[in-house]
């Protein structure tokens, strides 16, 4: 089993940042920040296939595992960032346990799932296929994304499926899905993030959640919260500038 795989299910607070910027460079920067993992998200940014295996092999050049949020539920997504070398796979708007189970089938190889043996980067492009095999299903992360009213209706269920390890909340869309935006509806929200943690602890299962700055990371890892995606590469690049100009408009 991984090192990362083992921090994450083991309930070890590791922290991460979403990959949008589709340059290597961006990502050995953050790479060399001090992050536990990266995940590169190839759902809401404008990444393609093919640059996924040029920023997994830049996160590589520090030894930080990259994760990939695939965009949607689809095998071929997720074997082709698996083939690429990625660490694991943050599958979105996973509302039923057959959507969760599918995930499952799609990441793991048999007997646990049906992913299918390709000569890609992370089986050093055939050489290597019969190592890759003996280790993969014990390494690699599957996060599963619960972001929806019918995901919070249904996590008793999608929490109890073998072979997720990391019940992720997407806040964001939850909101929307629930009518809990803004201000008015945090206390609802609050209820809802709490539900799906207790659900998925109470069954084994590792909970993370994403945050657009450390400031309450205190208060969810008490709830029982490990797994962190904080904010993301492009988030960081303008708070920092913005602030940079700020101090230097304002310096004496």
Same mark, same amino acid.
């Not at 290597?24 to 001090?34: H, M, R």
């Not at 708007?93 to 049906?114: D, F, H, L, N």
């Not at 890759?132 to 009213?149: C, I």
């Given at each position: 089993?991984? #090192?990362?795989?083992?921090?994450?299910?083991?309930?070890?607070?590791?922290?991460?940042?979403?990959?949008? &910027?589709?340059?290597?460079?961006? &990502?050995? +920067?953050?790479?060399?920040?001090?992050?536990?993992?990266?995940?590169?998200?190839?759902?809401?940014?404008?990444?393609? =296939?093919?640059?996924?295996?040029?920023?997994?092999?830049?996160?590589?050049?520090?030894?930080? !595992?990259?994760?990939?949020? +695939?965009?949607?539920?689809?095998?071929?997504?997720?074997?082709?960032?698996?083939?690429? $070398?990625? *660490?694991?796979?943050? +599958?979105? =708007?996973?509302?039923?346990? @057959?959507? *969760?189970? @599918?995930?499952?089938?799609?990441? =793991?190889? !048999?007997? &646990?799932?049906?992913?299918?043996?390709?000569?890609?980067?992370?089986?050093?492009? #055939?050489?290597?296929?019969?190592?890759?095999?003996?280790?993969?299903? /014990?390494?690699l992360v599957l996060a599963v994304?619960?972001?929806?009213?019918?995901?919070?209706?249904?996590?008793?269920? &999608?929490?109890?499926?073998?072979?997720?390890? +990391?019940?992720?909340?997407?806040?964001?869309?939850?909101?929307?899905?629930? /009518?809990?935006? $803004? !201000?008015? #509806?945090?206390?609802?929200?609050n209820a809802a993030i709490e539900?799906?943690?207790?659900?998925?602890?109470?069954?084994?299962?590792?909970? #993370?959640?994403?945050?657009?700055?450390?400031?309450?990371? $205190?208060?969810?890892?008490?709830?029982?919260?490990?797994?962190?995606?904080? *904010?993301?590469?492009?988030?960081?690049?303008?708070?920092?500038?913005?602030?940079?100009?700020?101090?230097? =408009?304002?310096?004496?």
């Amino acid at each position: 089993m991984s #090192g990362f795989r083992q921090k994450c299910i083991g309930y070890d607070r590791v922290i991460g940042t979403f990959a949008a &910027i589709p340059h290597p460079v961006a &990502i050995e +920067v953050t790479a060399a920040s001090g992050l536990d993992f990266i995940c590169i998200d190839w759902e809401h940014s404008q990444i393609s =296939r093919e640059r996924i295996e040029d920023l997994i092999r830049a996160s590589d050049v520090h030894k930080v !595992p990259a994760m990939v949020r +695939v965009p949607g539920h689809a095998p071929e997504s997720v074997a082709a960032v698996l083939d690429a $070398g990625a *660490a694991g796979v943050l +599958v979105p =708007r996973v509302s039923t346990a @057959a959507q *969760a189970k @599918a995930a499952v089938m799609a990441t =793991r190889y !048999p007997p &646990i799932g049906e992913r299918g043996v390709g000569p890609g980067r992370a089986a050093a492009y #055939g050489y290597k296929i019969p190592d890759y095999l003996k280790s993969a299903n /014990d390494s690699l992360v599957l996060a599963v994304q619960v972001e929806t009213a019918e995901g919070l209706a249904n996590v008793e269920d &999608i929490v109890q499926v073998e072979g997720v390890d +990391v019940i992720f909340i997407g806040p964001g869309d939850l909101s929307v899905s629930i /009518d809990a935006m $803004g !201000p008015a #509806g945090q206390d609802k929200l609050n209820a809802a993030i709490e539900t799906i943690t207790k659900a998925a602890r109470a069954a084994g299962k590792a909970v #993370g959640i994403f945050r657009p700055s450390a400031d309450d990371i $205190g208060k969810w890892s008490a709830a029982g919260i490990s797994f962190y995606l904080l *904010a993301s590469d492009t988030m960081f690049l303008g708070a920092s500038l913005a602030a940079g100009a700020a101090a230097a =408009r304002n310096a004496k």
